[in-house]
């Protein structure tokens, strides 16, 4: 069973919008801080952004700061990334990832959705 499975990727013009969801299931996810990563073509793969296990802390890269909206739902096991003003560069396979708690490594991976930006 996948712990992690997204959803909302696809494609979109540039300027646009997408929401990615992020689905968890057999875990403990409020315990659990969850992250996205994406990787473009012949790129290594990159941090976007995590949120705590409680949601009160948010974290971004400097790339996508003032665009990108990490959000979770623990009732809903859910993790959310709203993506707004999207540029070319931002097309990658994107990843959400859990860190337990007091671990330093996201353990939790899903299996990644494609997000194209066309200019």
């Known amino acids: 069973q996948v712990p992690l499975v997204e959803s909302g990727g696809g494609l979109v013009q540039a300027g646009g919008s997408l929401r990615l969801s992020c689905a968890a299931s057999?875990?403990?996810?409020?315990?659990?801080?969850m992250g996205w990563f994406r990787q473009a073509p012949g790129k290594e793969r990159e941090f976007v952004a995590a949120?705590?296990?409680?949601?009160?802390?948010?974290y971004y890269a400097d790339s996508v700061k003032g665009r990108f909206t990490i959000s979770r739902d623990n009732a809903k096991n859910t993790v959310y990334l709203q993506m707004n003003n999207l540029r070319p560069e931002d097309t990658a396979v994107y990843y959400c990832?859990?860190?337990?708690?007091?671990?330093?490594?996201?353990?939790?991976w899903g299996q990644g959705t494609q997000v194209t930006v066309s200019s």
């Open positions: 057999g875990l403990a996810f409020s315990w659990v801080h």
């Open positions: 949120i705590s296990r409680s949601g009160d802390g948010t």
């Open positions: 990832a859990g860190r337990r708690i007091g671990e330093s490594e996201y353990t939790y």
